[in-house]
């Protein structure tokens, strides 16, 4: 019987034993109010009893307009409210919120079983809230404990970041040390291979140069036979079968457009010709390039009468390069060096070549040796007689007599000594940079120590001695000596002349001595020049001057390093404040301590290739600074 109220307390059980418990009182009162609803009147499928009209009437919704004594019923939590409204309407109420109407059954049993079922929704619908709640709870529980975690790890990350920060900064310093000395012991082997290239390409240069010039004499010889001798002034010829690029040069008479088309002449007024025939006039070297004709005499210009050739801004140990002479000579303005356009460059070495025959006049200087600053108060240079200067460097003047246009003579200018004191930045001595001199530029003392240990300073290009300095840097190395070379008139030398080959010498000056670098304790270094050079101011050991058979001897043991003075090259200064012998026909020695270093010798005496020399002046202790030669062409 569906009517029985038994039957549906136990649906009740059956749906809300997990979600709603009634209270008693409630319950049974709505469990009465639908009993009494019970009528006796059975009615058929399909239809329902009508009260007002006390009958069965075909199956529709009807609605209960009885009210009960109980209005609501709700869960213990007070959680779901079931309510019976005015217009006898069953309610489902969630806490607080609106009410949810259910339409009533043709039962009252029907609509409590739906208002269960939707109060079974509703509970269900608050116990997700309620887990949703608890999985909020829990996330939020385990973004904090994350938070927590990730501030540990991020403390101990960041401390382990500055420790490898720290690491990486002192991996890097090492690795910038090691970088260092790789990137320098590199440098030196490229330097050394640069140096290797650069022989090898200089030599090259020579072979292609004397390949050119041959196959240039071939090409002259060959066109000769075509239009250089046929009687007629062709092509560019200035003048009949000569001049132009082609054919030979033209003698005297002949017509030219520069001196290039002269053989033995220059182009004076548009005719080869020497000065020694025409007095006076303008000479044509190439084309916006002149000279003068002076009384005779072969001048770069009208008022300047000499050829001069220097250093071309260098000083000390590195001779200078052609492109310090051309920047020289360009800075200078090109008229004083007109007849300097042939000049070629090799070693430090200045080759020129006669332009014409004649007698030639050659006045050298020797360099200064070095002077210790430190003790002169930088008044050194001007002043030999004061301090610690370097040995001033000696005079030469001669005349050489039938000199053949296309001689080449190789001139080497000798270069200032250098201050021990100069190579670094502090007086104590273990501070100093010690320098590579280069190969062939000092003599060996024999002491094995000292001969492989190095210099404080370098001596002066062409022959300068050097100074050790090891103990106190009051010392310097020598000047250099100034020459000219040759092999033989009208023609040059296969290759680079050594010094048997000088004809002409002025001996360089001796290093100056400064013992601790005080002005009480101040040497001289010996003079340069004359056929002895001078010996160094003595307080301990001295060096000697170079003579015309023998370099400048020392004093004393060579427990010092010092060494005595060789053919073209100075001794070297010991470690004690010692000064280094200056370069010379024979160098100067070296002195062992506290003194300054012998003056190298000059010389006057010619070759059988130069001929006998007219010797004008040969002085001792002339040049202060850097060396030089002066060429003036006579008649």
Known sequence: NNNNPHYYWKQLEVIGDRFIMFRFAPVCALLLFCVQDVHAVTCGTGTVYDKETDSCVAESVQRMRRQVSTPSISTLDKDLIFEIGSDQQIGVRS???DVQKIDTKQTCSEAIMDAVRVGYIMNREI?????L???????NLKIANLSESLNE????????????????????KDAINDLTTSVNE????ASNQTAKQLADQNDAFKKDKLKTENDLKLVKEAVPSFTCGDNIKNGDETDVDCGGAYCQPCAKGKKCAASSDCTGSFCISGTCNTCATVRDGTITIAPGVTASCVGGKTQPTAKQEFLEFDTCGRTGHYPPTSADCQAQWRDAGQEKFSLHTNVQFEGGTQIFEAPVDG???????GAQGGTDMQCCQGSGYARPDTGATGGWGGFVQVTQRNVKAGTKFYITVGQRGVDCFDSYTSHNPMKRAKVTCRVGTYNPSGHSYYDGYGFNACGGFNGGGPAICINDPGGSSGGGATDVRMCGMGKGCDVLPGLTKRFVVAGGGGGGSCEGNRDSSCR???AGGGLTGGTGQRQCNTGYGGTQSAGGRIEGSTDHGQSRGSLGQGGTGGRNDAGGGGGGYYGGGGARCNSGGGGGSSFVGGTKESGTLVVAKNQQGIRYGEGRVVLRILP
């Not at 790890?153 to 890097?172: H, Y």
């Not at 590199?186 to 082997?189: I, M």
Request: net charge negative.
């Open 524 to 526: 001289r270094g010996g």
């Open 186 to 189: 590199k440098l030196a082997e």
């Open 95 to 97: 806490g607080a919120g």
């Open 153 to 172: 790890k991020q403390a101990i990350l960041q401390s382990d970041v500055d420790g490898s920060i720290e690491q990486l900064t002192k991996d890097q």
């Open 359 to 365: 007698t030639y006049e050659w006045s050298l200087w």
């Open 133 to 139: 709640h608890r999985v909020e709870l829990d996330l």
């Open 127 to 131: 116990d997700q809230i309620k887990d």
